[in-house]
């Protein structure tokens, strides 16, 4: 078990270096994703052939935020967005979840963001050794892709849900 509280400890840093050791499959889900130095590090992995996906919330990922998602689609990333509920609230990152030993989860309240980094109160937690784990969380990612919009360009988001759909 690996923890990291923001600000005082590196959560951003814990990650990167997470997202290196990864050899085969990562599995992103996330409310908010700003941080550029965690899209630049999945990009590497991408690049080096490990297999990247990312889902993220719709509304919090737009194109007028400071999401990551227009770098990560440049980069080849295969991306989905969640529509389904009022707030795709998850913050996980699955590591290799089909290699048993090496298979290891990232999750807790950290965003994946400058703020979550730099001024926030966050926790993170990065948990090896459990296959088990890792197989329960990439179920569960699983789930969720399969109700969520792939996008191919920024051009395929949906419709901003209004105030009645709960947002």
Do not use: C
Request: hydrophobic share 45%.
């Amino acid at each position: 078990v690996e923890i990291a509280f923001s600000p005082w400890n590196d959560p951003e840093a814990a990650l990167i270096a997470a997202i290196t050791e990864a050899r085969e499959r990562i599995l992103v889900q996330a409310y908010v994703f700003t941080s550029k130095p965690i899209a630049r590090a999945l990009a590497d992995a991408h690049r080096r052939g490990v297999r990247v996906e990312v889902l993220l919330d719709a509304e919090m990922n737009r194109p007028s935020s400071l999401s990551v998602l227009p770098q990560l689609l440049e980069a080849g990333i295969p991306v989905a967005v969640e529509t389904r509920y009022n707030i795709a609230h998850n913050k996980v990152m699955i590591f290799d979840p089909d290699s048993g030993a090496r298979a290891a989860v990232a999750t807790g309240s950290y965003n994946f963001t400058r703020s979550a980094r730099l001024a926030n109160a966050e926790n993170l937690l990065i948990l090896r050794g459990n296959p088990a784990l890792a197989e329960a969380y990439a179920e569960n990612w699983q789930r969720h892709r399969a109700e969520a919009l792939a996008l191919r360009s920024l051009d395929d988001l949906p419709a901003r849900k209004g105030k009645q759909d709960g947002r």
